[in-house]
């Protein structure tokens, strides 16, 4: 069974800071990751989605990188704003067809003035 | 939200009690899908459907069922409700391959 680590479970870091958030899977055995931002009391919003055949994905400031060999995904974001706070989740799709997507538990970030 | 709407947003029921949620979208995607959000397990798949009337169990099925008559509706029926089943309830749609798209979720409550 598919398990997808993130770690830390929360960051806090200063406005302006680089940073990057982990996220680990036990089955290399996959079709895609993507990575999302739920804000507080609010659905999903995807990020950026990986092919298993691709490196990294870029989108403004964030960009995210897939292992598959190692079981690994990082995201970096750029220059972090107040506005970047929010949870942060990674979802690894074993399926091909249907996105039936194995979810981490999420990195809680807060960018401080 | 990508044209997706779900329904209610909140809900309070009684153990035993059958509830329906609903979800709606606007982008004719194949894929429908309805994930429940709880502390400390993240997202888990319910159900998910690949047509209408085509629909499969996801990881945790048992006490749910699903429905699909129409392309844009995808509806999630929880028999008679426990309060293991109080939770965030996302619906999500996508095509083959791509971007997940969610909808607000509705909170349920089961007393």
């Known amino acids: 069974k598919q398990e997808v680590t993130q770690i830390p479970a929360a960051l806090s870091v200063p406005e302006g800071e680089n940073l990057v958030l982990n996220c680990s899977f036990t089955d290399s055995a996959i079709y895609n990751l993507q990575w999302f931002r739920q804000d507080p009391g609010k659905g999903l919003t995807s990020l950026l989605l990986?092919?298993?055949?691709?490196r990294e994905q870029t989108s403004g400031r964030l960009n995210a990188s897939l292992d598959k060999s190692s079981g690994r995904s990082t995201l970096y974001i750029a220059a972090s704003q107040p506005g970047d706070s929010a949870t942060y989740l990674c979802?690894?799709?074993?399926?091909?067809?249907?996105?039936?997507?194995?979810f981490g538990t999420g990195t809680r970030l807060q960018v401080t003035l | 939200d990508a044209g997706i709407t779900q329904s209610p947003r909140h809900k309070v029921t009684e153990t035993g009690t059958p509830v329906t949620l609903r979800c709606h979208q606007t982008e004719n995607h194949r894929y429908m899908y309805w994930y429940r959000q709880d502390p400390g397990h993240g997202l888990r798949l319910i159900h998910y459907s690949y047509g209408v009337k085509d629909t499969d169990k996801g990881e945790v099925s048992d006490g749910y069922s699903v429905s699909r008559s129409k392309t844009e509706d995808f509806l999630l029926t929880l028999e008679s409700a426990t309060s293991s089943q109080t939770s965030v309830y996302f619906c999500?749609?996508?095509?083959?391959?791509?971007?997940?798209?969610f909808g607000s979720g509705t909170q349920l409550s089961v007393l």
């Open positions: 990986i092919q298993s055949s691709q």
């Open positions: 979802a690894v799709d074993g399926s091909g067809t249907a996105s039936k997507l194995t």
């Open positions: 999500a749609i996508s095509d083959v391959g791509e971007k997940l798209f």
